[in-house]
């Protein structure tokens, strides 16, 4: 591994950590260079911006896009998981809900279009379908009382909805 890549890791290591501890607040660039003991012109050189970092810490802990191999199910389970098992970092990246749902969307345009390559996308559809799956994410977050269990249910629901074929 390079020195460079080193320092990413470090950084990216650094700010997720910060992130995933409970009840800290706004999470500024200044307390990652804090955490990675690093000079501020040594973060501004691997990221050009603090929304740089927020996605490479979101490529390091989301789930590769959807797995062809596995039913569009098994993928949604996945990522429900990867959510349920990260909240804390989750509710905290929903801080820079822009850049959250930028590369959230550009994965799930990608990965609705490949289970429906057999069916016509329509963009309006899409969109829809994906707003309701950042709401419901984003309500999941913020609300103890929803679990799981029915953030996986509605996806059912909403699949049916949108006649998504998400078992086969």
Not at 45 to 58: E, I, K, P, R, S
Not at 121 to 139: D, H, K, R
């Amino acid at each position: 591994m390079s020195k460079y890549s080193d320092t990413d890791t470090l950084i990216i290591e650094s700010a997720l950590h910060l992130f995933e501890t409970p009840g800290a607040g706004n999470i500024t660039a200044l307390q990652v260079i804090d955490a990675a003991h690093i000079h501020r012109s040594t973060f501004y050189h691997h990221f050009a911006t603090f929304n740089d970092l927020v996605a490479a810490m979101m490529n390091r802990v989301f789930p590769d896009p959807l797995n062809t191999d596995l039913r569009l199910s098994e993928n949604i389970v996945n990522l429900v998981e990867t959510i349920d098992n990260n909240q804390v970092l989750f509710r905290h990246l929903m801080q820079f809900r822009g850049k959250f749902e930028e590369i959230v969307k550009q994965r799930f345009v990608l990965d609705v279009n490949l289970w429906t390559k057999n069916v016509e996308t329509n963009p309006v559809a899409v969109e829809l379908l994906y707003g309701c799956v950042i709401g419901m994410m984003a309500s999941w977050l913020n609300n103890p009382q929803i679990k799981k269990k029915d953030v996986l249910f509605y996806f059912e629901r909403l699949a049916d909805a949108f006649q998504l074929d998400i078992t086969g």
